[in-house]
């Protein structure tokens, strides 16, 4: 196990720390699970990365892990995020998007109303107006998670931050 120092310096600098290990507490594997399932369409991996592993689409999950499990369960549940954007094309066609860099003339996002987001690069001169996204919703706010799921995913997202080994119980969520 790699010791508290080096997993701060890992988080710190953004590289990729290990994923799986055998000291890894049962409930966050179960959290893994979910995080990965490929039968959800609306996985977590989809968007998110830990680890080293999904897709870095979405904000960075260990910055959450030491916030109260009640608070994390609310940030994944959000009805509103500060991160999606709404896009509206010169055509009108609008869709929420992360926009991952707004440079040189080139706007690159994620269109979030595909699943899995599709990577996008416009000419700015294709963009009518970017703005604050007012209707895009989190997907596991339609996912139907239980609380003891939303519990093993806490513990997940705990364990890969900072080896958190307590759990977390369902009751916590609520």
């Known amino acids: 196990m790699l010791s508290w120092p080096i997993w701060l310096g890992a988080l710190l600098l953004g590289f990729a720390l290990p ?25 977590c991996a989809l968007c998110h990365q830990l680890g080293g592993e999904g897709r870095a689409v979405g904000p960075d999950l260990t910055r959450l892990a030491r916030l109260s499990p009640k608070a994390i369960v ?46 996008l690069t416009l000419d700015r001169s294709e963009i009518y107006s970017i703005k ?15 609380d003891a799921q939303l519990a093993d995913l806490v513990a997940y997202i705990r364990w890969m931050a900072y080896r958190d080994t307590k759990g977390v119980d369902p009751s916590e969520v609520k």
Do not use: C
Request: glycine share 4%; no cysteine; hydrophobic share 35%.
């Open 19 to 43: 994923v799986a290990s055998a000291d890894m507490p049962e409930q966050a594997a179960r959290g893994r699970k979910i995080f990965f399932d490929d039968s959800n369409a609306k996985r």
């Open 74 to 119: 609310v940030s994944i549940n959000a009805s509103r995020t500060v991160y999606a954007q709404e896009i509206t094309l010169k055509g009108r066609r609008s869709f929420p998007a992360m926009v991952v860099s707004d440079q040189e003339g080139k706007v690159r996002l994620y269109d979030l109303s595909k699943m899995p987001p599709e990577e």
């Open 132 to 146: 604050d996204n007012a209707s895009w919703r989190h997907p596991p706010e339609s996912t139907g998670y239980t």
